[in-house]
């Protein structure tokens, strides 16, 4: 008869190596507590509202809460994610700054942008649109060329961080019309927006969801938009292409990342339910409506997309000499 010593620490060792060997979770029992959503930024800006979108329309059974962390580009909400249990309960919305820009522009990345996450899906892209203070007497990008140049330093360009594709969009800008335009960073755009209605800064490069609206009641002037071609959402705003920096293209993208090593039938779940929502008639209008231009598809496209973003970005930081301050 074995000691109860004994019994007890076979007992243990059995219900050890039952866990042990205990299959993953199932696509099926997906997601069965809320999910979060990490945004590196405040809110108010287009990967908020994105994110929110998604909270608002989920209908796999749990909420998902969407968790604001800005900081450092964008860096501190992602690194949370990349350090994340890969179970799919933890998800970054990523954008073009956070997974193809910061690791050109940082010299110690907090996380490695391809290798520490499963992409998910690429959501949406939009054009970042050229704003000053309406009292900036520039009434076009070749006049704000030229009043920089008359005043090399004195004029400052906001950003809602180092590292964002609107710091690298304003470096490209100094670089390929030949200026010295000052950059201001600012923890996210809720901190820079104030002091450019204030005239304590010239101007910022914005994402087009959150510049139009303010544009549209007269309180900052558009010079300009950094696609290739103009938007629909905004087709009375030339691009800056077209204004004599030809070749000028900076546009902003957002995508959904969960951390490395996430199962794929859990990634799959998910990429079937971002899809089924940002497909919604009513949410295709309110994209169109904030000048967001839904991509979707399959997390190989965002994986392909991501390669391609960070080889032209790191081409970009190298040329303009942006760098993280």
């Not at 809460?65 to 890969?86: M, R, T």
């Not at 522009?105 to 649109?129: E, G, Q, R, W």
Request: charged fraction near 15%.
């Amino acid at each position: 008869m074995r000691s109860k010593p004994l019994a007890a620490a076979m007992l243990a060792a059995c219900t050890a190596l039952s866990v042990l060997s205990a299959p993953p979770a199932r696509a099926d029992t997906y997601p069965s507590k809320p999910i979060r959503l990490v945004v590196g930024f405040p809110s108010g800006g287009a990967p908020d509202i994105l994110a929110r979108i998604f909270s608002e329309k989920i209908s796999l059974g749990q909420p998902v809460v969407v968790d604001n962390k800005p900081g450092a580009g964008g860096n501190i909400g992602a690194e949370a994610v990349a350090h994340a249990a890969p179970d799919g309960y933890t998800l970054a919305m990523g954008t073009v700054g956070t997974h193809s820009i910061n690791g050109a522009l940082y010299a110690h990345m907090p996380y490695d942008m391809v290798k520490d996450f499963t992409p998910v899906i690429l959501v949406a892209s939009t054009p970042n649109v050229l704003v000053v203070n309406p009292s900036v007497p520039a009434r076009n990008v070749q006049e704000l060329i030229a009043l920089a140049k008359a005043k090399p330093g004195g004029l400052t360009f906001g950003t809602p961080g180092v590292g964002t594709s609107l710091h690298v969009a304003g470096e490209l800008f100094n670089s390929m019309a030949g200026v010295k335009i000052t950059h201001v960073p600012y923890k996210g755009r809720a901190m820079a927006i104030p002091d450019l209605l204030g005239g304590h800064i010239t101007m910022m490069f914005d994402n087009l969801p959150s510049a139009l609206p303010v544009v549209k009641e007269g309180k900052l002037r558009a010079l300009g938009v950094t696609s290739a071609k103009r938007t629909a959402s905004a087709p009375d705003i030339p691009t800056l292409a077209e204004q004599g920096l030809p070749g000028f293209e900076a546009d902003s993208w957002f995508a959904i990342f969960a951390p490395a090593n996430t199962p794929k039938d859990v990634i799959a779940r998910l990429n079937a339910e971002l899809n089924r929502i940002y497909t919604l008639p009513d949410v295709q209008a309110k994209l169109k409506t904030l000048g967001l231009d839904p991509v979707l598809g399959t997390p190989e496209k965002l994986a392909s997309y991501q390669r391609s973003e960070i080889a032209k970005w790191a081409k970009v930081v190298k040329e303009s000499g942006a760098k993280a301050e």
